[in-house]
C-alpha cells in the first residue's frame, strides 16, 4: 500500500480551509454586514425572501434617487403592522430577517403623490438598467373629462416593475378638486402582456380608488426606510372601501343638449345654496362616524347630469338604519339648521328634515328586508304610510360639487327603481306620494301615536 504524503495531504487542507474562510468573508460582506436578510437556506441558495427583500430595496434605491414621493400601500405589509400583529407576532411562524415586506405575495406595493412628482422618465430607464422590466399603464385625465375641448393627452395610473418574478406595484394617487385622492384602474390593452404580473393580487386597480390624505410617518422596515400612513388601520379600512365611481360626463353633456340646464340667477344662486348645504352635511355626519349617500334626487342628478336639479329645491341622502345615532338631530341644529319635521321611529319608517335658509335636507333611513331595501314617507295630514323598495346596494365614492360622497354602487338599478325605465327625461310635477315606481302604501300609523311619530315644526 503506498506510504500518504503528509505534506501533500496539509497542503489539500491548507487550500480547503482558506477558500472555505474566503467564502465566509465574501458572503459576510456581501449581505450580513448589510442591513435586511442575511440567512442562507439549507441549500446554500438565497431564499425567496432575500430575492424579495432585495428587489424592494433597489427599487427604494432607485425611488430616492428620482426623489419619488412614495409610501408603502401593500395591504398584507400593512396588516403586518397593525397592533394585533405586533402583539401575536411572536407566535407567528416567520423568517425573522424579512418580517413585514416579505408578505409571501409575489407583489408589493407602493403609492405615489404624482402632484408633488415631475414624472422623469428616465426613472424608467434607470430601473431597466438595473434589470428590472417595466409595465406602464395610463388613462384619460378625469379631471378635464367635465371639459368640452380634452387634449387627449393621458396620464399615468400605474407602474408595474418585474425583477426575479416579483412585482413591484406603483399606483398613482392625484389631487381631485373635492379634497382627496384618487387612482385609476388598471386596465390592459390589447397588445399588453396579460402574463406580466398576477393581476388578481395587486392591491390597487380592480376599479378607480378615493382616498382622504393620510399623514405619513418614516420607519425602518426590515432595514430599509419606508413611509407608512401613520393611521394604519383607518387607511386599510379605507382601501377596502375605496372604489370611486367616475361620474358619466360625455352623456350629461347629451342630456344637457336636450334639455339645457337653468342658467338664472336663481338656479345659480340654489346650486350655491345646495353646495354649501352638503358640504356641512358631510362635515356633521363625518364628525359623528355615520356614513350617507345621495338618495332620490340628489343622486338622478349626479347619475344624469353631473350636478344637482335645479328645480328639485331640496337635498335628498340615505342613510342605514343601522348607523343612526340618538344625538343626529342636535347635531345638525347646533350647526344652524332647524328641524322641519321628524316622521316615524328608528323601528319604522324613520325620516328627518331640516331646513336650511329656503333648502331643505331631506334624510332617509333605510331598512334592509331580506333581499330588499326599503325606506319610508309618512303624510302628515291622514297618517299614511308609503314604502319605497330597491334592490339591495353597496356604497360607491363620487363626486358632486366639489365634494367626495357616497352614492350606490348599483347607481342604475337604484335610479330604475326609484323613477323607472324613463328616468332620462326630466319631470317637474312629481307627487312623492304616486310618482316613484318602487311606491307602495303602507297602512296607517295608529291616530293615538301622532304626537310621537308625526312630527312638524
Not at 394617487?173 to 393580487?201: C, I, Q, T, V
Not at 321628524?342 to 333605510?366: A, P, R
Not at 363620487?398 to 365634494?403: K, N, V, Y
Request: aromatic content about 12%; proline content about 4%; glycine content about 6%.
Amino acid at each position: 500500500m503506498p506510504r500518504v504524503n503528509r505534506t501533500a495531504v496539509l497542503t489539500l487542507l491548507i487550500v480547503s480551509s482558506s477558500v472555505f474562510l474566503l467564502f465566509q468573508l465574501y458572503y459576510y460582506r456581501k449581505y450580513v454586514s448589510k442591513p435586511g436578510p442575511h440567512i442562507l437556506s439549507r441549500t446554500g441558495h438565497l431564499t425567496g425572501n432575500d430575492i424579495q427583500w432585495q428587489t424592494v430595496k433597489k427599487f427604494l434605491s432607485l425611488a430616492q434617487r428620482f426623489k419619488l414621493p412614495l409610501f408603502l400601500g401593500d395591504t398584507a405589509a400593512l396588516t403586518f403592522l397593525s397592533q394585533d400583529a405586533l402583539r401575536q407576532r411572536d407566535r407567528m411562524v416567520r423568517e425573522p430577517h424579512c418580517t413585514f415586506l416579505c408578505s409571501g405575495r409575489p407583489v408589493t406595493s407602493f403609492a405615489l403623490y404624482a402632484n408633488l412628482w415631475k414624472y422623469d422618465h428616465g426613472f424608467l430607464l434607470a430601473a431597466e438598467q438595473k434589470g428590472f422590466e417595466v409595465m406602464e399603464l395610463r388613462g384619460v385625465d378625469p379631471r378635464l373629462a367635465s371639459l368640452d375641448t380634452l387634449s387627449g393627452e393621458q396620464i399615468p395610473l400605474h407602474l408595474l416593475l418585474r425583477l426575479q418574478g416579483y412585482i413591484i406595484q406603483v399606483v398613482f394617487l392625484y389631487d381631485r378638486s373635492g379634497n382627496y385622492l384618487w387612482h385609476g384602474a388598471l386596465r390592459l390593452k390589447a397588445n399588453m402582456d396579460k402574463n406580466f404580473a398576477p393581476f388578481k393580487l395587486l392591491d390597487y386597480g380592480r376599479h378607480a380608488g378615493a382616498y382622504d390624505r393620510p399623514e405619513l410617518v418614516l420607519t425602518v422596515l426590515d432595514g430599509l426606510d419606508v413611509r407608512i400612513p401613520r393611521n394604519i388601520t383607518r387607511f386599510l379600512d379605507e382601501q377596502k372601501h375605496a372604489h370611486f365611481l367616475e361620474c358619466h360626463h360625455r352623456e350629461a353633456r347629451t342630456f344637457l343638449q336636450l334639455y339645457p340646464d337653468d342658467s338664472s340667477l336663481e338656479a345659480v344662486e340654489f346650486r350655491r345654496k345646495v353646495k354649501s348645504l352638503l358640504h356641512l352635511t358631510s362635515q356633521i355626519l363625518t364628525r359623528l362616524g355615520i356614513p350617507f349617500w345621495l338618495s332620490s334626487g340628489t343622486c338622478l342628478g349626479w347619475f344624469r347630469q353631473c350636478s344637482v336639479i335645479s328645480y328639485s329645491r331640496d337635498v335628498d341622502i340615505g342613510i342605514f338604519i343601522s348607523d343612526h345615532r340618538s344625538d343626529i338631530v342636535p347635531a345638525f341644529t347646533d350647526a344652524g339648521l332647524s328641524l322641519k319635521h321628524k316622521f316615524g321611529k328608528v323601528k319604522d319608517s324613520l325620516e328627518l328634515s331640516f331646513l336650511s335658509d329656503d333648502i331643505k335636507l331631506d334624510i332617509f333611513f333605510f331598512y334592509q328586508d331580506g333581499d330588499i331595501a326599503w325606506n319610508g314617507g309618512t303624510q302628515a295630514r291622514s297618517g299614511r304610510k308609503f314604502k319605497y323598495v330597491f334592490p339591495l346596494f353597496s356604497l360607491c365614492w363620487a363626486e358632486l360639487l366639489e365634494l367626495k360622497v357616497r352614492v350606490p354602487c348599483e347607481t342604475l338599478d337604484y335610479v330604475m327603481a326609484n323613477y323607472g325605465p324613463a328616468w332620462s327625461v326630466p319631470v317637474r310635477n312629481w307627487d312623492w306620494k304616486t310618482s316613484p315606481s318602487n311606491v307602495l302604501e303602507n297602512g296607517i300609523w295608529p291616530h293615538d301615536e301622532w304626537t310621537e311619530l308625526i312630527q312638524v315644526y
